[in-house]
């Protein structure tokens, strides 16, 4: 059945065949009527493309993939990441944008258009956006303090506190910059039964990530598209700045060339082909929900081919260009934690040494200094933090670095709340205005939240990031790919 679409003031008509009749002299005439879609729609096709972009850029594709870049073969990594993004990535990719884009509706109402027995394919994707938005904006809280905190020279967590001119042998052990995450930023329990009470400067952060996430989802595409503007091109102006400034520092180069050493051996274990496939997978939002809400306010005939394509493509190449930026920062970092070590311990302060050369068996190589991984927070607030101390105006390179960090989250939040937001306002379940809707969504949402505002707040973003991530939204895409290949165009066809 055609229908009318309303794109930026303009209504695009079309016929709609509501039936036939016979003339008297015996011809079938169909009856038609012309309906008028007043669904929103983005502003223009650039809005949609950074609002899928940054949807699909986050947080992994700075702190996950550099780390499994290097734990799996260095460059050897990429050929697995580059076949999973052509044989599943891509196809997945284009199956939501292209059921969101045809159907016009949210997620469940999309399943339940492609057969009911599949709505609850929908509601697994809202549940589970709805649980991952609850803990991702407590990363941007986070990523708030830390911001804030870098307002200041030097940087709280440049140096270790001193008690009677005695360094704490806590923090001596630990490191200046575990010590200040684990300590004074989220003052982590022992175990996830001490709950610590709420930690007010995370609250009072959690409140402004929530704060500014209902600016920018309040009236759906039309406040959206206009903060994708910000939110999806910061971080790569950011990006870039760094990439300059780490290729100035000493054993910038060093960081990328082992970061991108292949090890060819790696790449037959079968696990690190699976891990490459689950990075395709988390990294595109597959599965969320919020790729089929945006493309439902596309026009009818946009070419989503070409878009799932180049979104694809464009989230991986940002995987590339981050890990070489980081590692270029972590390959300085090395390089003076090597001759920092070399000075304590009386070694030779011969930069110009071999690579994989042992000097002492203190200081061990650059390599080795190199090959200690993190991943996820401890790559953020302390690897990275670390790197980011021993650079002159250390407290510039903060304050930047997590400014990309928080629109990163901010563009991405966005799209995970579209997924929960469009389908719950189509369903008229709660038949209020949108701009209520999402404001009664974000204060639950930073309720919940308050949760991870204790001191064993850590442990519970790890157990809703176990349970809430890896397995369902797996399941959740497999049945996708039962429904429209098998519902859709198979046997069991939907009902008259």
Known sequence: ???????????????????????????????????????????????????????????????????????????????????????????????????????????????????????????????????????????LGWCFYYMFASFQSPLPYSSCPQTNGTVLPECHVAGRTQYYWYNKAISVSSSIEEGGGLQWHLCLCLLLAWILVFFCIMKGVKSGGKAVYFTATMPYIVLTIFLVRGLTLDGSVDGIKYMFTPKFDKILNPVVWLQAATQIFFSLGVGYGGLIAMSSYNPIHNNCKRDAIAVSLANGATSLYATIIIFSVLGFKAHRSYEECLDMYGGVNNTNLPFNMTVTDKCHNLENWLSQAAQGPGLTFVAFTEAIVKMPISPLWAVLFFAMLITLGLSSQYGILEGVITPIYESKLVPIRKEILSGCLCVASFLVGLLFCQKSGEYWLQVFDSFSGPLPLLVVGFFELIGVCYVQYGTLQRPK
């Open 1 to 139: 059945m055609a229908r009318a679409t309303k794109r930026d003031g303009e209504i695009m008509v079309s016929l709609v065949a509501e039936g036939e009749s016979t003339r008297p002299d015996g011809k079938v005439e169909q009856k038609v009527v012309v309906q008028e879609d007043e669904r929103e729609g983005w502003g223009n096709k650039i809005e949609y493309l950074l609002a899928t972009i940054g949807f699909a850029v986050g947080f992994g594709n700075v702190w996950r993939f550099p780390y499994l870049c290097q734990q799996n073969g260095g460059g050897a990594f990429l050929i697995p990441y580059a076949v999973s993004l052509v044989v599943m990535g891509i196809p997945l990719f284009f199956l939501e944008l292209a059921i969101g884009q045809s159907i016009r509706k949210g997620s469940i109402g999309v399943w339940n258009h492609i057969h009911p027995y599949l709505g609850g394919v929908g509601i697994a994707s809202v549940v589970l956006s709805l649980l991952i938005s609850t803990y991702y904006n407590v990363l």
